[in-house]
């Protein structure tokens, strides 16, 4: 299997994860979904956003295109002041709708790469201001290894709030496209 084919595999599993994530959240009702943890983002709706702001960065890194990958700060703060706590969508129902475009968005992506462009570089400049240029595939590892190192810390908030998301492991969707 090639590269770009495990990248549409991971975000496929990263689209899988996210839409279980939110379907238990939902079911906590918003005082528990927003009942701050004690996790780096404070809540499971905290955590999600930033999940969703970080791929909104990288996308509008990667892809150029700032009108679709909005970042709605307070105020139309504009994407270089961005703080990656910053709460892009309060009202639960745009988190969730804005996540599942996301997914599609980063789908979409990965389903245009190429093998030269994982090897060329890519040039962005952080939310604190510096600039960096790498390969491409760097970017992308950490894009979608960034979503699953946080969405840990929200099944482990939710097991805290007594809500078990099961099996969270890229085989079990993996065998479940299989059957």
Do not use: C, K
Request: glycine content about 8%.
């Amino acid at each position: 299997m090639d590269t770009i084919e495990v990248y549409r595999r991971r975000a496929a599993y990263n689209r899988w994860m996210n839409e279980r994530l939110f379907a238990i959240a939902d079911e906590m009702g918003e005082d528990a979904r927003r009942l701050d943890r004690g996790a780096f983002f404070g809540s499971v709706h905290g955590t999600l956003g930033h999940i969703l702001l970080g791929d909104r960065i990288w996308l509008r890194r990667l892809t150029g295109d700032l009108e679709r990958h909005v970042l709605p700060g307070p105020d139309g703060l504009p994407m270089d002041s961005v703080r990656l706590d910053v709460d892009l969508y309060p009202d639960f129902d745009d988190l969730r709708r804005e996540r599942a475009r996301t997914d599609a968005d980063l789908s979409a992506w990965i389903d245009g790469l190429t093998p030269d462009a994982l090897a060329g570089d890519v040039t962005y400049t952080t939310t604190t201001g510096a600039e960096h240029t790498h390969p491409l595939w760097w970017a992308v590892e950490h894009l979608l290894n960034h979503q699953t190192h946080h969405r840990g810390q929200v099944t482990t908030l939710m097991m805290q709030a007594g809500h078990d998301p099961g099996v969270t492991d890229l085989a079990a969707m993996l065998r479940a496209e299989g059957a």
